[in-house]
């Protein structure tokens, strides 16, 4: 079936420096996405969500990019921190279907002192 | 603070021996999750309430039940737990009012021994 899935399962990364997460999606019908970071031994938790309405959204210190045409999707985070370090899942909806998300594998984000 | 709370944080139960885990929330929400998730994997989902309205997933084994007697409280029931139910379960909670975001507990960690 239709699904959503990342390219890299693990990224690693110096502190300060800026990170881009990728997040492929298969269904083009999808047209709601939200990222959700998940630290070890808890719960993901929203980060920022994107309309398919929209190209680009930007949180505090994080950007979402969303390219319909490729059906891509990034999660740019500046100057990542220590604490950024977490497996981050990209999830999808269809605005007025299911409000059941598909998530996509996740890749974990490492960030080294 | 309204959040989703889940009882207990690790679980440790016996081959065959059957294992109750709890979830509350105070969000008022009227859709309630249960997730399986092993390491390095997204959640998956098992099966779901729409208030009293239980939906299960085509693939979520006879051995997991669900109960939900008010808003509130959801409890996943396992009832012979084998060695491969070993895994995080993560309850999450949404409203139906076309916010898509789900809010999740810190999850059980379930060890089967």
């Known amino acids: 079936g239709e699904s959503v899935g990342l390219h890299l399962p693990t990224l690693s990364v110096q502190e300060g420096d800026n990170s881009i997460i990728n997040c492929a999606y298969s269904?083009?019908?999808?047209?709601?996405f939200i990222w959700y970071k998940q630290e070890s031994g808890k719960g993901p938790q929203f980060i920022i969500d994107?309309?398919?309405?929209?190209d680009k959204r930007q949180g505090q210190r994080v950007t979402v990019l969303l390219n319909k045409t490729v059906k891509h999707l990034s999660l740019q985070i500046a100057a990542t921190q220590p604490g950024d370090s977490a497996v981050y899942f990209c999830?999808?909806?269809?605005?007025?279907?299911?409000?059941?998300?598909?998530f996509g594998r996740g890749t974990s984000l490492i960030v080294h002192p | 603070d309204a959040m989703v709370i889940q009882n207990p944080r690790y679980q440790v139960t016996q081959f065959g021996k059957p294992v109750t885990l709890s979830c509350s929330q105070t969000?008022?929400?009227?859709?309630m999750y249960w997730y399986q998730q092993k390491s390095s994997q997204a959640p998956k989902l098992l099966f779901h309430?729409?208030?009293?309205?239980?939906?299960n997933e085509a693939d979520t084994p006879d051995n997991f039940q669900s109960r939900r007697p008010n808003t509130s409280f959801c409890f996943l029931d396992i009832r012979s737990p084998g060695l491969g139910d070993a895994a995080m379960y993560l309850c999450?909670?949404?409203?139906?009012?076309?916010?898509?975001?789900?809010?999740f507990g810190p999850g059980t960690r379930l060890t089967v021994t």
């Open positions: 309430y729409y208030d009293k309205d239980f939906n």
């Open positions: 994107i309309r398919s309405n929209m």
């Open positions: 999450a909670t949404s409203r139906d009012d076309g916010s898509y975001e789900q809010y």
């Open positions: 969000l008022n929400h009227n859709v």
């Open positions: 269904n083009s019908a999808s047209d709601y």
């Open positions: 999830a999808e909806n269809i605005v007025g279907g299911s409000y059941i998300p598909t």
